[in-house]
């Protein structure tokens, strides 16, 4: 059995990735686009080598202008790894707590989006960050596709409280720095 | 757009024209005031959520000022997140303009305490990690930083101080009043958490009795701008004010008036009515679209009790989300029954005109207060 019918057979996902998609990350190998570039074959397009076995050797179908899909030898392909792809990003705070659902209003992280005010349950937060909840609570709201390692594609949306950081030396020294500047600033450079 | 053809509202006002434009989107107000002789005043800011730039600058330049020569002061009324957000980016493109600040937070006897709430460690690290989680104190943060990196010391404002003095017009801050400088730092300052648990936006406390009010003196005519000062039995905003007021400051009443945080109840002072304005004067008010929404339908009925001349910036209420994207961004929006905070870019414009009276023009979603029905 060649690589290709290998990957054809382990095929679940529903997307083509080519080298001109952004998107495309080249550990991933993508089955149904082969499906897809056959059955363009059986329309009548014309392909030829796109791809290569472990010999050399080229497939009999003819070259054509779909995509190239890279090499890859399956055995050297990580099995247990994904790729998270952050489709929209807010971070916000809780507004209100009603029950078992509280308000927040978010911001767009990349600053494109209008704020936005939305409602949870306090049941999509995850254990370990129920605690957390309260109002003025910051916490991230992420939105992502994950792409795991056979291709299929899962949506995810998800909740992340900020929790305080430890300090570190280097911050204090930091902000110890910054606070005798503007100490200065302010006591000299100030009309009051 | 109401009112004007789109050429009329992006034409400037005359040399000597007196202006005063409110802009209010559902969360945040902002002015802008023409004194005359082309220079211009700005007080607070606000995000016009379509330009993504603060509104203020936003309408200058569409009415093509200079806003890096022309812009002369800019005054902070108080931090709150509503008033005060882009106002690091105006400091940044106005290097002419002097700026004011609410001196409850900065007066020699509480510079300390004034450090412990924005710059020690804990304070600005929270400040940091607020940076993207509209807080007003990591803007207010940010302002510091621009006006320090541009040698551009910030003047203050308290009761009864004369900001600026130009030809025709002089701009008086009535407050906040020396008595609550202690209460207002202490009040944030034990917001700051502990340095476990989650991290917590740093909130407004209540009621606001450290926000600037603005009195301007111009020719014949007085302008009270209210901020956004409260009023509570314990805590006196408008009583100190009112109670202290100087014949030689508040020389006249006022026939236009910017009203007090949004309409409430709590911004509402009996005597603001009859000792501060004459009967029926021109009023805008910016409504505020969070949690509690602002005003009140109550609030609606008594300033129209008041005055037949009241404009609000927007009136809306949870519009959907509705942008198109992402498919399954949009299902999670609607699964998450996701509204804007705030409203489209919106205004109410006044312009004094050579009879003495005043023109109200709006754009967008503004309106007369009057015409709010249920």
């Known amino acids: 059995m060649t690589e290709a019918n290998l990957a054809i057979k382990s095929d679940t996902t529903s997307e083509l990735y080519s080298d001109n998609d952004p998107q495309n990350d080249e550990s991933y190998f993508g089955g149904s686009a082969i499906r897809q570039l056959i059955n363009k074959t059986e329309d009548g397009g014309r392909i030829d080598s796109f791809l290569e076995d472990d010999s050399g050797s080229t497939s009999s179908i003819s070259r054509t202008n779909l995509p190239i899909l890279p090499r890859r030898n399956f055995s050297e392909m990580p099995q247990s790894s994904s790729h998270s792809i952050i489709k929209q990003k807010w971070t916000g705070y809780i507004d209100s707590i009603n029950g078992q659902e509280f308000t927040a209003i978010l911001s767009d992280s990349s600053g494109k989006e209008p704020d936005i005010k939305a409602s949870f349950c306090i049941d999509e937060v995850s254990e370990g960050d129920r605690h957390l909840v309260s109002e003025n609570a910051v916490f991230d709201w992420i939105l992502s596709k994950e792409r795991k390692i056979h291709g299929q594609i899962e949506n995810k949306d998800l909740l992340v409280f900020r929790r305080f950081p430890m300090w570190k030396k280097q911050d204090l020294e930091k902000e110890s720095k910054k606070v005798e500047e503007f100490n200065a600033w302010l006591t000299h450079g100030t009309t009051f | ?374």
Not at chain 2, 166 to 177: A, N
């Open chain 2, 1 to 374: 757009m109401h009112g004007l053809p789109m050429a009329q509202h992006f034409k400037q006002p005359e040399f000597n024209q007196l202006e005063i434009t409110l802009f209010g989107s559902g969360y945040g107000e902002s002015i802008v005031i023409h004194i005359g002789n082309g220079k211009w005043i700005i007080v607070d800011s606000l995000i016009n959520r379509d330009a993504n730039q603060p509104a203020s600058l936003k309408y200058l330049e569409d009415i093509g000022i200079d806003i890096s020569l022309q812009v002369i002061s800019v005054i902070v009324t108080h931090w709150h997140d509503d008033h005060i957000r882009g106002i690091s980016e105006i400091a940044n493109k106005c290097p002419s303009a002097k700026f004011f600040i609410s001196s409850a937070l900065m007066t020699l006897q509480n510079i300390n305490k004034f450090k412990t709430l924005i710059l020690d460690s804990p304070a600005s690290r929270l400040a940091h990690l607020n940076a993207d989680s509209t807080s007003g104190v990591s803007e207010f943060r940010k302002l510091l930083d621009v006006l320090r990196e541009a040698g551009n010391c910030p003047g203050f404002a308290f009761k009864d101080r004369l900001l600026i003095d130009e030809e025709r017009i002089q701009v008086w801050s009535l407050s906040p009043h020396d008595t609550i400088f202690e209460k207002a730092v202490e009040a944030i300052i034990a917001q700051i958490p502990d340095k476990i648990g989650s991290v917590q936006r740093i909130k407004a406390p209540r009621p606001n009795y450290s926000s600037v009010v603005l009195w301007i003196k111009s020719d014949n005519d007085r302008i009270l701008l209210g901020a956004d000062l409260e009023e509570n039995p314990e805590y006196k905003g408008w009583s100190l004010i009112i109670s202290e007021k100087k014949a030689s400051i508040i020389d006249d009443k006022a026939r236009f008036f910017k009203i007090s945080h949004h309409g409430s109840e709590t911004g509402h002072h009996d005597k603001i009515w009859s000792e501060l304005l004459y009967r029926d004067p021109f009023c805008l008010v910016a409504p505020f679209n969070r949690n509690p929404k602002l005003p009140r339908e109550s609030d609606i009925a008594r300033i129209n009790s008041y005055t037949n001349n009241a404009y609000i910036t927007s009136y809306e209420r949870d519009v959907r989300y509705d942008i198109a994207m992402d498919r399954y961004v949009q299902r999670r929006l609607s699964a998450r029954k996701a509204t804007y905070v705030n409203e489209p870019y919106s205004y109410v414009r006044a312009r004094k005109i050579a009879t003495g009276n005043w023109v109200i023009e709006t754009y967008g979603k503004a309106r007369k207060l009057s015409s709010i029905t249920r």
